[in-house]
């Protein structure tokens, strides 16, 4: 690759680059801080994916899989909410999965 080729694209950054800068040029406030992955670190998607895999045996269908990832979802989620609000989101979780079976 030339040293011209280089430069432009080191003064271009990566895409997350790219995307700050555009979304800084959109309104998003300066001191609203981008949390980036740190170098090494596990996608959240690879992460989510680990979370859910002793309970891909169970799935059958399509169809189960979304009800697993909805499910995973909701438990990721649920462990960063206090016990009654977690009570709550687990209650009305049951009760959409349960519809849909119907």
């Not at 992955?37 to 002793?54: A, C, H, Q």
């Not at 438990?75 to 009570?87: G, P």
């Amino acid at each position: 690759m030339g040293k011209r080729k280089k430069k432009q694209q080191q003064r271009k950054g990566t895409g997350l680059d790219r995307l700050e800068r555009d979304l800084r040029a959109d309104g998003l406030p300066e001191n609203m801080l981008l949390v980036r992955r740190p170098p090494g670190e596990s996608k959240i998607s690879m992460v989510f994916l680990d979370f859910i895999e002793p309970f891909k045996q169970f799935v059958t269908s399509d169809a189960g899989m979304e009800k697993l990832i909805v499910i995973g979802i909701a438990a990721w989620n649920a462990t960063l909410l206090s016990d009654d609000k977690r009570q709550e989101l687990i209650a009305l979780v049951g009760k959409e999965v349960s519809k849909q079976e119907q």
